[in-house]
């Protein structure tokens, strides 16, 4: 086991947990703000900007919305089991990771439509795109080499999945069943109005770090998101002490070179806390001390 070698695969292949940004006007609301965090950074001055310029100048950030930091989502207990095997399928092949993913997804639906219909949401699968060594046609624009959501889609990318499986396949699995949760997790957001709301915070909002702040709740909720449903479903994945130790390696071990992901102590912290609880109240990164998000 080499834990070091999962974040030197990772950051040759640049595929941290992503965002996307958008390369054109959407006329599809959920694709606006499932871009949301990155558009409205990409506008934003540089930290080297003359300060006192009240174009540029930081303000005091507005109060995070309800649909945040109370959101119905967290109170519907824990996850229903989908009750599912993590799939069988090594990822040795495009078509393998493709399959994995596609078995991985399903099983996600039948986890999360209860409990978004619980929280009183409409439940909407994602649709899914598996490509190899390359970004898909998508309204956003990221390099090749991500995974990330955009709109009401999860586009996976197999060749990194693939050269990790031939590194070390332990850390590979691992890596495989925390970036689909995490991207689903997006989606999760979508559907219960998370994304929405940090849309229209993001677009008031005046300061680099106000802005890369509120990215990281957003980007480690959805991994936390990821591990509630791996404890939901823990005793048909099944989840083993062995697979257990190599998760908790991977989960804490990320790259967040740009700073809106989270650092990995964090970033472990908050999908461990989704898994020991099975249950999405556990993920409020939004009333978090910025300690815990940093």
Not at 130 to 142: A, D, E, F, K
């Amino acid at each position: 086991m080499n834990p070091r070698g999962l974040i030197a695969i990772c950051a040759a292949a640049v595929v941290l947990l992503t965002g996307c940004t958008s390369k054109n006007t959407v006329s599809d609301a959920d694709a606006a703000a499932a871009s949301a965090a990155a558009k409205a950074r990409s506008g934003l001055p540089t930290t080297s900007d003359t300060p006192g310029s009240d174009s540029t100048a930081p303000t005091s950030a507005p109060p995070l919305p309800a649909a945040l930091t109370r959101n119905p989502i967290y109170r519907i207990g824990k996850l229903p089991s989908a009750r599912c095997a993590e799939p069988a399928y090594e990822p040795t092949s495009l078509a393998n990771v493709r399959a994995y993913f596609t078995q991985y997804v399903a099983c996600l639906n039948t986890a999360w439509a209860p409990a978004i219909r619980k929280a009183g949401f409409t439940f909407k699968p994602p649709k899914l795109v598996v490509v190899l060594g390359q970004s898909p046609s998508s309204p956003c624009t990221v390099d090749d080499g991500r995974d990330y959501y955009c709109g009401d889609t999860i586009y996976m990318d197999a060749e990194t999945h693939l050269a990790m499986y031939r590194e070390d396949p332990d850390e590979a699995h691992a890596w495989m069943a925390l970036e689909i949760g995490h991207e689903y997790g997006h989606h999760v957001q979508a559907l219960t109005g998370a994304f929405a709301a940090l849309y229209d915070r993001e677009v008031a909002l005046n300061g680099v770090d106000a802005h890369l702040e509120d990215t990281r709740r957003m980007e480690l909720q959805a991994s936390c998101y990821s591990g509630v449903y791996i404890g939901a479903d823990r005793n048909y994945f099944p989840v083993s002490p062995e697979w257990l130790d190599v998760w908790g390696l991977v989960i804490r071990n990320t790259i967040d070179d740009e700073h809106d992901h989270g650092k990995g102590e964090n970033h472990g912290y908050w999908t461990t806390a989704g898994f020991d609880a099975a249950s999405p109240g556990a993920c409020n990164t939004y009333t978090a001390g910025s300690s815990l998000v940093s």
